[in-house]
């Protein structure tokens, strides 16, 4: 039998029996027992009555966090003479063209988004195979193919979580960190789901969103009652 150790145990106490709890008091349980040495991600993870093999069934999105991530985003973005500028003054880390494609086919990927003007998708989509994987390619459908780079570069590094279901029907995503207000994060947990539901595909049949649980980075989960995941 496995042996965990002692904040892993008391964890585990601490989560035992509970289970379909409100969104505040899964927070409030979460962020007690977010004890590692740094400041853990409050995650959240969707199980949706869908199959994504489906084109019809697909669920992809974006959404803006009222209280933002936490976390430091590495923009990248290719575009050319004054988009370039633009993406610069706009605070993206990296901008450039053939350069940073020559870089990505190097290996060289350290960035959380990319973004790019229209003119540039033809360069870009060398890269399908290697941005692809890591949901790293640009797409208009989520606000990453635009002119306006300078809102993009800022939606990105403000708050702006993108979404995707999974093969198995599963949407996961870091939402806030531990050290957040607990109502700052319940409001972004609210954020979240509203807009994954919002994002329900013409193709999805039955109950759509099944179930949702909440965990930090080194903590156990917990299912949380779906009708207090509703917009207050």
């Given at each position: ?23 505040d008091d899964a927070v409030e349980l979460i962020k007690s027992n977010a004890k590692a040495k740094f400041d853990e991600t409050l995650e959240i993870s ?25 976390k430091t985003v590495r923009v990248a973005v290719f575009a050319r003479g004054p988009k370039a500028d633009e993406a610069t003054a706009a605070g ?141």
């Amino acid at each position: 039998m496995a042996k965990f150790g002692k904040r892993t145990r008391a964890a585990r106490e601490a989560f035992a029996g509970k289970d379909l709890i409100s969104v505040d008091d899964a927070v409030e349980l979460i962020k007690s027992n977010a004890k590692a040495k740094f400041d853990e991600t409050l995650e959240i993870s969707m199980n949706l009555g869908v199959d994504p093999r489906h084109a019809d069934q697909m669920v992809r999105g974006v959404v803006t966090l009222p209280n933002g991530t936490g976390k430091t985003v590495r923009v990248a973005v290719f575009a050319r003479g004054p988009k370039a500028d633009e993406a610069t003054a706009a605070g993206a880390d990296i901008v450039g063209a053939e350069d940073l494609m020559e870089a990505i086919q190097g290996g060289k990927i350290d960035f959380d988004r990319c973004i790019a003007t229209p003119d540039m998708m033809p360069l870009v989509g060398r890269l399908g195979k290697i941005l692809g994987p890591r949901n790293l390619m640009p797409n208009p459908k989520v606000g990453t193919v635009t002119m306006d780079v300078a809102g993009a570069v800022g939606n990105a590094k403000g708050g702006e979580v993108q979404f995707k279901v999974e093969k198995a029907g599963v949407i996961h995503a870091g939402i806030g960190k531990a050290s957040f207000d607990a109502a700052k994060l319940a409001e972004n947990v609210r954020a979240f789901v509203d807009a994954v539901t919002k994002a329900r595909p013409a193709g999805a049949k039955g109950a759509y969103v099944k179930k949702v649980c909440l965990s930090s980075t080194m903590g156990p989960g917990v299912a949380v009652d779906l009708a207090s995941t509703a917009a207050k």
